[in-house]
């Protein structure tokens, strides 16, 4: 078989054809490697955007929350300091309330058939307390007169109600001090115990042992009090 040798127009038309295909592979690599890469910008871009997006996210509402809880903290302390103004308006009210109750605790001495009585019960509440035979009343030098006739009535009623005799002396060596606004003090057990029953000290305990009351008549219920005295 034999072999013809190419002309030089059919080598140049064999390079053109390869040259040809090579370009032709070469664009379409090309334009694979380009679809690649869009395709990996992409996905890149898009990624990058949504960690932008969630670190916004949380920025804003790491920031939404600080807001949030200062304004929670300014709310609570403007209430709190509210309370604590309305509670010292209502301390100042009753504190000025029993001062004035105070300066009037003369007043119950200028009757003496009412002051009598009570001097009587005073002595009879002391009296039920000690439970002795012998008590010692002490009370103020101008008093002792109607100390004497509360002293009558209450040894009559103590005997009355217990079945047991009394006796009630007043203890003239230690007098209330004149500057006391009345009322007395019971002594017993041999001096070691006394019961105070002078007026001042009356308003005392009733200061603890109505407040509960005074203050709802005053301000009302307080709805948000869990436990009421």
Wanted: glycine share 6%.
């Amino acid at each position: 078989m034999s072999q013809h040798a190419l002309s030089d127009d059919q080598v140049a038309g064999e390079l053109k054809k390869m040259t040809a295909f090579i370009r032709q592979e070469a664009l379409e690599k090309a334009r694979e490697i380009q679809i690649k890469a869009d395709e990996e910008f992409a996905i890149e871009k898009s990624k990058l955007v949504r960690q932008e997006s969630a670190a916004i996210d949380t920025q804003y509402e790491k920031k939404f929350k600080q807001a949030a809880m200062s304004q929670q903290i300014a709310r609570s302390t403007v209430a709190n300091k509210t309370r604590l103004r309305v509670l010292s308006a209502r301390q100042e009210l009753l504190d000025d309330l029993y001062e004035k109750a105070g300066r009037k605790l003369g007043g119950f001495t200028k009757d003496k058939t009412k002051y009598q009585a009570i001097l009587k019960n005073l002595i009879l509440e002391g009296a039920y307390a000690l439970n002795e035979s012998k008590i010692l009343v002490r009370a103020r030098k101008a008093d002792y007169d109607l100390v004497k006739q509360a002293i009558d009535g209450t040894q009559k009623e103590y005997e009355e109600k217990t079945h047991k005799e009394v006796s009630v002396t007043i203890d003239e060596k230690n007098p209330l001090p004149d500057g006391t606004a009345g009322g007395v003090s019971i002594v017993g057990g041999n001096g070691k115990i006394d019961i105070n029953n002078t007026l001042e000290e009356r308003l005392k305990l009733l200061e603890t042992d109505a407040l509960p009351v005074v203050r709802t008549t005053l301000f009302g219920t307080n709805e948000h009090r869990r436990f009421h005295d």
